[in-house]
């Protein structure tokens, strides 16, 4: 079947870095997706990647590894308005995306 | 820009009632989508639509029922809700099936069936 796995909750402390990781199995594979969704609100885009390797945007980055079905979003200098959930997303050889939980980040002072 | 409109935001109904939830999209978009967002779950895909007067089932469809008379509007509608479909429902479009499909999503509706 297919899956995605990913932590359900997070802590981390203003001004840190935090790594946020997402394993996936699906039937073929066309790219992996990183959302935020604050609570109460639409998810948003934040990242794509289909080759193996680092995404830097800004504060975020985005690692992929095909061969171990394997991501993670990495947060740099965390600021109070990066709580939020972030949802992991695989798209199939179908294109169709199959959805993580997502992981609730809490940010302290 | 508007981007993805739902209306309405919060509906409450009672077992066996009926309902219709309406997006409308301003960006030109040929794909149009209705998710389900449940806690501990994640985003499941109810309906989608690749094109005006299209339209496919996606995950979980049972229960639901969706038109695309219009590019810019898809509509789902709950012909006799029951309490499972209690949910917060996102309408989400982009520009098809590709690689890179970013979708963007409406800001929810929030619905509670009694």
């Known amino acids: 079947g297919q899956n995605i796995d990913q932590p359900t909750e997070m802590t981390a402390t203003e001004g840190a870095i935090v790594q946020i990781n997402c394993t996936y199995q699906t039937s073929g594979f066309n790219g992996l997706f990183w959302y935020q969704q604050h609570a109460g609100e639409a998810p948003t885009f934040l990242s794509y990647n289909v080759l193996d390797g680092l995404e830097e945007k800004g504060r975020f980055s985005s690692f992929l590894s095909r061969s171990k079905g394997y991501s993670y979003l990495l947060l740099k200098e965390l600021q109070m308005k990066d709580s939020a959930s972030y949802l992991c997303?695989?798209?199939?050889?179908?294109?169709?995306?199959?959805w993580g939980a997502g992981t609730k980040l809490i940010i302290k002072p | 820009n508007a981007g993805v409109t739902q209306t309405p935001k919060f509906r409450v109904l009672k077992t066996g009632q009926s309902m219709t939830l309406l997006c409308a999209q301003d960006?030109?978009?040929?794909?149009m989508y209705w998710y389900r967002q449940d806690p501990g779950m994640g985003l499941r895909l109810i309906h989608y639509s690749v094109g005006e007067g299209t339209t496919a089932k996606g995950e979980v469809p049972d229960g639901y029922n969706v038109s695309r008379l219009k590019k810019q509007n898809f509509l789902l509608g709950l012909e006799s809700a029951a309490p499972s479909q209690t949910s917060v429902y996102f309408c989400a479009s982009s520009t098809g099936f590709s690689g890179a499909n970013v979708l963007t999503f409406g800001a929810g509706s929030r619905l509670t069936v009694l």
């Open positions: 997303a695989a798209m199939d050889s179908n294109y169709q995306l199959i």
């Open positions: 960006m030109n978009h040929e794909y």
